[in-house]
């Protein structure tokens, strides 16, 4: 069992020298080493060796203690050690992410028919993205809206798939339902709302598909790699990370898409990026500046909400993000993938 | 089902009159009718009738159309309404939740031996709870964090609550697990991660036990609602809200506790509020001023982690929420409640 | 000059001995004496004494520095020390801040015209307000906005204190303006706005007026406490800290009021604490439940807005603080200030 | 006067008839129409024209008002509007912020002594940026920190931009100082902090010196607005935005970087767009990733902090944004922005 080492505890200003000698013999008998540091105003000890989660949680409510300080990162499997490379993930038809190129993921947020789903798989396609998204089960704030078509929306994303040759990803959102989203989907997608759903994270943690970790809108970056962590310790190595938002004072969008994450990601972990541009829905303008800023911070992929257009015969132009602002967007984005480096590679001929 | 009513759609400034008219012809297919308001910059159309959330989004990404604004709430069982009563849930041992009295909900965070959880029971009884809290099954942010004593922890429960008379609150993390802890605890606790963990909240709601609510540290107070709408939604009425702290930018706190959610849910719903001053764990002095606050701002109850001393052997005097410590703010508690005309009730005789 | 004192030093995880010893070397240059602590994952440099925070700053971009991470506080002057006492501020009228009673500032957001302002005055000072307050220069967030009457306001003032007796607070924006209002000010007021305006708060501090220093809606705690240093350091010792709410994800109320900031500052500083419940304006069972909230918390005061009821020719009741609401908040404040030992001393007669 | 027009008053849910027309009656005494939508659970009063936002405020608080809602932007002259050209600011040496180039402005936050400014104002010229930053009045949240070198500070800044060519863009921080700083800068610089000092911002409009407002770290994007339009409706258009990150539940970085502000204010005002990359300063890896970031979401310029190599007496490699990381970043940053048709031009030779 890996545990987290290193800590530093900061004794109170007026803490008499009997306060420091008792925590010192606390250390002592956890099998470990105090090391004090006697300043002017303050008294530090640091504490070398294994100390465990719990450990420091005990220590915080210790006599004469005004804060103790973890030096070392809670997370040890997803953290970016000395010469640990980047993690690749290969999912079908010779994608990789994390690898040399961007890669482009794009689909309807929610599948609604098979129709709806397969023509935009081939336009998708047809723009260049190398992996299809749609979701079956969806997370729905309101238990009064759309929840998704089940398992009927796992079989059109099973045809579609094969129609278009393209991996699909798709969400999961109970521990449950996991063994039959995992025979449908080529990566799990683990959603913000269930970033710390620590049962769901152990239950894709024991599959061997790769999985795609939202980060929660409330959650720090050390809290989403901890939730990292958890699937990687139950099994499963192949984890990417995907950024979608916090939440803050904003109000004009939704959420505040966190680009710094990218770079934090890749300084702090070795596992992929990814970000997801679109969550703000329907604002054209925005998704395709954001796609542009996602792949220029260095990201190694993006998730794009792409819908067909509405019936005709309802409106004479609503202005979403159709398959030719889709289209739109991967012109651009190509220029702007060579200028960083990782061209986005289209789709394996042979899987057409 | 239940619908959402009423929004006013906002069109965009310079939209011609071609693009407000399909506005219009659209409200008109689904069956509504739209008021026109032309203003000088800009024109507003209100729709009156059953909007659902689907056709709300829908709008929102119509050529023409600036904002949509829902004007009614998108609760409505949880909603207070015209001559609707105040929830109030009957608890074992004649425990009333949202009644004349307050409430004071203690005991361990987590389960951690017989001897632990019984001792306290027993203190935090004398010291006039009602009801006693602690966890077999725990979200923890760490892998390698303790994960809670499980079904050993829920046997451990079921004893305390026999020897101390005293109905349980424990929390519930996994939809496949609702049925095994519902036979355990009088109150079923969703936490703060799982707020938006629909299938939990859907299971949750298909048992007959009141369930408290904990909000997310990143949601909104109308989020938090409508999850208790997914509870309620799904046959299970008796429902708690749990203030515990939202995700802010300060830091010296590890979340902000929102006690203005406490008059909101109050004005918003008719549920209970409950409030939990312990979550930034192990600061004394600051739970006993939060407890007292959150009395006074008129919640029905609140959740206390109280902890037994720890072993002398190893320090002479930890600074924690002891059985003393909290004696002491129950009396300080008793003066607050008296004062705002809710008076805390200690536990029925015959339970003892 | 004060100093800030006590840091560490955490070195990156990989670093080779030359980096540790190079920022041993740079500890040493500027007279201080580095303690090398060696663990298995980490290396860490305590430093003992006299750092400045430009000398903390120019070490964390040093080759080698994962972090540097600061041991004592940064403020000298409004720490809580060993064995000072807390601040207690002396106005007119005897009305003495973080005394035994809880002080009650009332009084409109703005003076609008003579008349409202001794109405408010005298009706404030029936219900039991000590202090009157009311803004002569309004920081409005939009230029079209009333911006207030300026030193006509400041003149009603003058009026205002002399009839009711009551001394006022009113705000100052521009450093420009300290000498005029401190000319009618008993304290001066800076705004949440100003709250890191360093040119104003030099200018008040070198005023011997009090100085009530509301949070910035996007400040820490530690930020604010260090604003509060910026007028101590300049000469003026009589500062009171006022929490007004916080910036968040929360969207109903304008801001989150933070009443944990209580203790906190309490803990952290010898200063009085106020709070300020009203500034999401008009919701009036928000404004005595967070008032009565804050009381219980332990607060020193409270800054409440009052409006004198508006025209009834123009409505038969419009739902706003009058002065019965007021009337009544005062009441129940009087219960739950007595029930933590803070009772509200009315205003000195002499002054009537 | 600029006004603003159009709200949508919402009645409380159970408001009997008579209130409804008291608020009628209320908005004609005002010389305003009514129009009212009666909906199954609310009723909605639109009203069309010339709402101040006092009277707004006032029917807020207003008998039977449930809420307002305004649906004009509150801003006029920085809006977006029909037909208006995007601002385009051109400052000397023919730099023209807002135009077909993407402008780089580098130099050190502080301008530390004379050999510092002008050696890195050579440096950055070299690497091609075209406008030189340097802080001689420097808001530091410490009274303890180095606040600056003041007017011999601006005297250096005179010196390095006769030697460089380059236009200069500096801080002012207080309205009695405006005068002094814009006799010395091309750009006057309003700091986060200052972004609501409504006295400096009027101050600061009366000048005929191009205005760079950054954007508070508490503050909306549309507060961020109203405040250019405060400086606008002073009399000076030639206002940039600056986002520069605002304060959220993450921790890694000091402030969240809101690149999503880049197209929010493109969409909303016809101002334009800086950013910030550096403020969570010496980070380098994130700088870079933030400045490629912020130029493919559109930015027309941005503000990157450069500081010559320490003494190399002192240690043997610091880590840091040097002349050769920046003339890296330039080069990498040339590359996106031709990827995203937003060259970045050189300096004029004229001006060398």
Known sequence: MEKESTVIIVAKADSPQSDIDAIEERIRLE??????IQGEHSTIV???GSCSPDFREQMEMFHGVERVIPI???????ARGEGRPSTKITVANDTVIG???????AGPCTIESREQLISTAEAVKRAGATVLRGGAYKPRSSPYSFQGLAETGLNYLEEARIISGLPVITEVMDPGLVETVSRYADILQVGARNCQNFPLLNAVGQTDKPVMLKRGAGCTTEEWIMSAEYIMSAGNARVMMCERGIRTLEDYTRNTLDLSAIPVIKRLTHLPVIFDPSHSCGRWHMVKSLTLAGIAAGADGALVEVHPAPNLALCDGPQSLTFENFSDLMEAAARVAEAVDRPIKPAAIAAA
């Open 31 to 36: 099998g470990l080493k105090p090391h004090r």
């Open 99 to 105: 690898g040399e190129s961007f890669v482009m993921m």
């Open 72 to 78: 070392d990162k809670p997370y040890k499997l997803a």
């Open 46 to 48: 640091g504490v070398i």
